[in-house]
C-alpha cells in the first residue's frame, strides 16, 4: 500500500520545488550567451586556427631576420591576430589609397592579399634606397618606382611563406598585381569569410601594421592536411633555441664591409695635379717592402703586404693594428 503523506509534508515538497525552480532561474541568468552568426560558418577549427598561427610565427621569425640584414636597424615582428570574419569586413578596414598586392598559391584556387600600411611601405622604400626612415611625403599614393623597390621586400615575404608552409606541403606562392584600391583587388564575394593574419611590425621605435588575407573558400584543400601527426611537428622557430641575438650575429657576419688599402701618402701642389698626364710617377713616402695600412671608416685594423694570388692583385695580413689606433 502506498505511504500518504500529511499536509506538512505535502506544503514542505511544494516548497522545495518552488525555491528549486527559483534557483534554476537565477542559475540562468548567470550563465553567457554566446552569439552563432550561422550566415559565417566556421570554416576553420581552432586546432587548425592555432596551427596557422605557429606557422606564421614562423614566417615572421624569418621575415625579421631578413628585415634586419636590409634595414641595418632592429626589426621584431609579431602576430596580433587570427580572425575569421566577413570579406566585407576586411574591404571596410582597408585605407584608401593603399598598399595592397594580391597573391595567390598556385594550382589551387585559393588567392590572397598582402596588405602593408602606408607608412610602412613608405619607411621600407625610404631605408632601402640609403635614408633613415624617416622622410615625409605629401602624397599617400605609392608610385611605380617606389613599388618596383617594394617589389624586393614582397618577393621575400612570398619565399618566407612557402617556407613556412613547407610543413603542411609543397605550396608555390606568387605575386599576381599591386593594387592601391581595395575595390579592384577582389579575391572573394562580399558575403564569403576570409582568414585575416595580422602582424605588428616594430622597425627601431615604430609600430607598423601588416595584414595577410586568405579567401576560405578554397581551403578545404590545405585544411585536408593539417592532420594531427603533421600538427605536433609544427613549432614557432623562437622555441627552437633561436634568440635574436644569434640572428643579429649571424646577418652581421654575412654582411659585407668596405676596406682599403693605403700604399702610402704624398704631397703634391694644384699646379702638378693639373698637369700630370698618362705614364708620371707620384713619388710615395712608402718603400715597396713597406707594410701597408688596411682601413675601416677612420680606423686602422690591420697591416699587410701587397703581392698577387692566383694572377689578382691582394694584400696579405701581418698583424693586427693597436686596439685604438686610427688615421691621423
Known amino acids: 500500500m502506498a505511504e500518504v503523506l500529511s499536509q506538512s509534508e505535502i506544503d514542505a515538497l511544494l516548497n522545495n520545488v518552488k525555491s528549486g525552480r527559483e534557483d534554476r532561474k537565477d542559475s540562468t541568468k548567470d550563465r553567457e550567451v554566446v552569439p552563432f552568426d550561422f550566415r559565417l560558418p566556421n570554416r576553420i577549427s581552432k586546432n587548425q586556427l592555432r596551427t596557422i598561427r605557429n606557422i606564421h610565427e614562423n614566417f615572421a621569425e624569418n621575415f625579421s631576420s631578413f628585415l634586419v640584414s636590409k634595414l641595418q636597424q632592429i626589426v621584431n615582428i609579431g602576430i596580433t591576430s587570427v580572425d575569421q570574419i566577413y570579406y566585407s569586413e576586411y574591404v571596410l578596414s582597408v585605407s584608401n589609397p593603399a598598399c595592397l598586392f594580391t597573391f595567390d598559391i598556385r594550382n589551387t584556387d585559393i588567392k590572397g592579399i ?141 654582411s659585407n664591409i668596405q676596406l682599403a688599402v693605403e700604399f702610402g701618402k704624398s704631397k703634391i701642389t694644384i699646379d702638378e695635379l693639373k698637369n700630370l698626364q698618362k705614364g708620371d710617377i707620384i713619388k710615395l713616402d712608402q718603400k715597396i717592402g713597406d707594410e701597408n695600412r688596411i682601413i675601416y671608416g677612420d680606423k686602422i685594423l690591420f697591416y699587410g703586404r701587397s703581392g698577387v694570388s692566383n694572377k689578382n692583385k691582394a694584400v696579405k695580413i701581418t698583424r693586427r693594428a693597436l686596439q685604438n689606433e686610427r688615421l691621423d
Request: with cysteine.
Open 114 to 254: 598582402l596588405e602593408l600600411s602606408p607608412d610602412l611601405a613608405f619607411t621600407l622604400v625610404d631605408r632601402l634606397l640609403g635614408g633613415n626612415g624617416e622622410g615625409t611625403k605629401s602624397s599617400p599614393v605609392v608610385t611605380p618606382i617606389e613599388q618596383k623597390v617594394l617589389n624586393v621586400v614582397v618577393e621575400k615575404i612570398m619565399q618566407d611563406l612557402r617556407k613556412a608552409w613547407h610543413i603542411i606541403g609543397e605550396f608555390d606562392f606568387g605575386v599576381d598585381r599591386f593594387e592601391p584600391d581595395i575595390d579592384f583587388a577582389q579575391i572573394t564575394s562580399q558575403s564569403e569569410s576570409v582568414l585575416l593574419i595580422s602582424f605588428e611590425l616594430m622597425v627601431g621605435e615604430k609600430s607598423f601594421l601588416m595584414n595577410l588575407c586568405f579567401a576560405t573558400f578554397a581551403f578545404d584543400t590545405i585544411l585536408a592536411k593539417l592532420s594531427s601527426q603533421k600538427l605536433s611537428q609544427i613549432r614557432p622557430t623562437k622555441y627552437q633555441g633561436t634568440t635574436a641575438r644569434e640572428i643579429i650575429t649571424g646577418n652581421l657576419i654575412k
